[in-house]
């Protein structure tokens, strides 16, 4: 797949669309931190306070542990196969400067080193995937 023309980029408003772009994927980073930080039970014995007509638990703290780390995980593993699955339709410098840039934080002046190519050439590579992630998602802004 080829880049989005300069004709095609300006129908859109890139600093808009950039900023729902970032909030998709720190959407994703939110859903890795639940992941991981769903904690298992104490296996050491606590002491409660007694209540007073309470209803008794249905589930052990495992069984709850056990089936919220698993809707976590869930959630997370659709979330990365989703962004997977946009990404593979973009072009190889497309993708290449979308997973550096957004999902490994490389500086732009570092892939246009590794790249050779001039800021107006990264730009448009920059703007063409951003877009393109962002019309796949269905989040894109336009003018």
Known sequence: MKLLSLKELKSFDYVKTKEKVLAYLEDINLAKYKYLNVMPPSIVSRLYDIRVQSTPISRSRVESYVILKEEFEREFKDKLEEIDSII????????RFFIDHYIHGTKIMLFQDQFKCGRERIDTIKKSATIKFALLVGIEVYK
Do not use: H, R, Y
């Open 88 to 95: 593979s339709t973009m072009s190889k410098i497309e993708q």
